[in-house]
């Protein structure tokens, strides 16, 4: 890494490309970090879904209802995390 502040600040490397693609890098890592949680967070709602559903089968209709409802609020946080992506990937 310090080679290319070296190469950057001798002139050898322009700064623009750079800078491209650190931010390339920076909305990808945004991107990935962003859709673990909702991942996670959703596989544990369904898991515990299926658990409480085989539990109690008469409790399957506001058990699913409760599941679905937590996965639109999951989900709503990795198209946030996309909308960030996008954002950093083309502000630069």
């Known amino acids: 890494m310090f080679h290319l502040f070296l190469a950057v600040s001798q002139g ?3 700064s623009t490309n750079i800078m491209h693609g650190l931010a390339a890098i920076g909305a990808g890592l945004a991107y990935g970090l962003a859709a673990i949680g909702p991942g ?5 709602i369904f898991g515990q879904a299926i658990q409480a559903i085989a539990r109690q089968p008469e409790a399957s ?8 409802l937590s ?8 198209l946030i995390g996309f909308v960030v992506f996008i ?4 502000t630069t």
């Open 12 to 14: 050898t490397i322009q």
């Open 40 to 44: 996670i967070g959703i596989g544990i």
């Open 61 to 68: 209709g506001p058990v699913r209802g409760l599941a679905f």
């Open 71 to 78: 996965f639109a609020l999951a989900e709503a946080l990795a």
């Open 87 to 90: 954002l950093i990937q083309y």
